[in-house]
Each structure stands twice: as structure tokens, then as C-alpha cells.
Antibody
Framework: EVQLVESGGGLVQPGGSLRLSCVAS????????MSWVRQAPGKGLEWVAN????????YYVDSVKGRFTIFRDNTKNSLYLQMNSLRAEDSAVYYC????????????WGQGTLVTVSS | QSVLTQPPSASGAPGQRVSISCSGS????????VYWYQQFPGTTPRLLIY???QRPSGVPDRFSGSKSGTSASLAISGLRSEDEADYYC???????????FGGGTKLTVL
């Protein structure tokens, strides 16, 4: 069974940093594109970033470019999102999602981890 | 303001057919596949339609997707109370080099 388990969320002050993790199991992690998708409270879904199987390609939504970094460790079946210079508008549930290609074709999602940016 | 435009709400009576639209541009829907996700309150999204008109196993054939030009639609026939959920369209955008979602449509079964 495919499982994606996120962690690392919490309360952080504006300008602060946070690193999210997503541990995958039940499939060959190194064979899949992986993405982060977020959802602000009461709002819609927003694609944040994705990364190729070997980490050689990464894409980001404009609003996080230069502040967030997506990376992965295939030896640990883990996906990460390093978030710096956090803003209030980054507050959201962050989902880890398995992609069947480089785009937005997600067949499995984690339960999400909540990030709150507030003073 | 989402790159893909969906109506914020839709509704229908049990047994009826409803359609949810998703409007984009040549750089996203016009040149890439469209995906549809269903999300119930407090739960994670579920893939409903992929490659614009294909259903994953386990998704009832009451759900269908279509695409024409820079627009796409999700149709639900034989509406049931359990279809009440939020529905999102999504596509890759070649100009942005990123994924884009619609703002979501809240479906109410009357």
C-alpha cells in the first residue's frame, strides 16, 4: 500500500524557516516525480513545487521561488521542502503527492502537515 | 485569482446531471492534459479524471471528463448525495513551467 507521511509543520514567525519532510513507503520512491501541494484554510489547492526522480529537475510556483527549496533523498525514501523567509500567506496544509509524470497527475497524497506563519 | 477558472458553486438534484467547467489558456489546457480532483471536507484530494477524459480504477463511470480548446468540463450523471464535495481542475502550464489548479467548485446535491 502506498503511504506518504508528512511531518515538520508548526507555528513559525514571519521571516522564519521550516523544513517539511515526507516519508514514502509501499512503492519504489526513486521511480516517481514528487510534488508539494498546499491548501490555505478554507481555500483551494495550490501546486507549490515538484522534483524529478533523480532530483535533476525542479519547478516552483512563482510565489515561492528563491524562498523554498524542494529536494529528496532516495536512499531514505524521503521528500523535503525547505521553507525560508516565510510569510503569512504561506500558512496552509502542505501535502506531499506522488506524481505519475512531471505535471499535476497525482495518484497518491499524504495527509498533510499544517504550517502556520504568525507572530 | 487562479490561472484556471471554475465556477465557485454548482448544484443539482439527485439523479440529475451536472457539469463543472474549467477555463484556461493556450499554455495550460490548450496544450496539456487536464486532471480533476475530488475533495471532501477534512480529507485529502482524490484523483477523479486523468488525461482529460480517463477514469482511474474505482471511479464510477458516472464521472466523465472532456476537453475542447482551452476549456474542460467534468460531468457527473445520476447525481448522488455522496457526490457533495469540492472539485478541482488542474493542468501543467508551459509558460509558467508549473502546475496550476482551478479555484475549486463546491457541489451541492439538493
Amino acid at each position: 500500500e502506498v503511504q506518504l507521511v508528512e511531518s515538520g509543520g508548526g507555528l513559525v514567525q514571519p521571516g522564519g524557516s521550516l523544513r517539511l519532510s515526507c516519508v514514502a513507503s509501499g512503492f519504489t520512491f526513486s521511480s516517481y516525480w514528487m510534488s508539494w501541494v498546499r491548501q490555505a484554510p478554507g481555500k483551494g489547492l495550490e501546486w507549490v513545487a515538484n522534483i524529478k526522480q533523480d532530483g535533476s529537475e525542479k519547478y516552483y510556483v512563482d510565489s515561492v521561488k528563491g524562498r523554498f527549496t524542494i529536494f529528496r533523498d532516495n536512499t531514505k525514501n524521503s521528500l523535503y521542502l525547505q521553507m525560508n523567509s516565510l510569510r503569512a500567506e504561506d500558512s496552509a496544509v502542505y501535502y506531499c503527492a506522488r506524481g505519475l509524470d512531471y505535471g499535476v497527475h497525482f495518484d497518491s497524497w499524504g495527509q498533510g502537515t499544517l504550517v502556520t506563519v504568525s507572530s | 485569482q487562479s490561472v484556471l477558472t471554475q465556477p465557485p458553486s454548482a448544484s443539482g438534484a439527485p439523479g440529475q446531471r451536472v457539469s463543472i467547467s474549467c477555463s484556461g489558456s493556450s499554455s495550460n489546457i490548450g496544450s496539456n492534459y487536464v486532471y480533476w480532483y475530488q475533495q471532501f471536507p477534512g480529507t485529502t484530494p482524490r484523483l477523479l479524471i486523468y488525461w482529460s477524459n480517463q477514469r482511474p480504477s474505482g471511479v464510477p463511470d458516472r464521472f466523465s471528463g472532456s476537453k475542447s480548446g482551452t476549456s474542460a468540463s467534468l460531468a457527473i450523471s445520476g447525481l448522488r448525495s455522496e457526490d457533495e464535495a469540492d472539485y478541482y481542475c488542474a493542468a501543467w502550464d508551459d509558460s509558467l513551467s508549473g502546475g496550476v489548479f482551478g479555484g475549486g467548485t463546491k457541489l451541492t446535491v439538493l
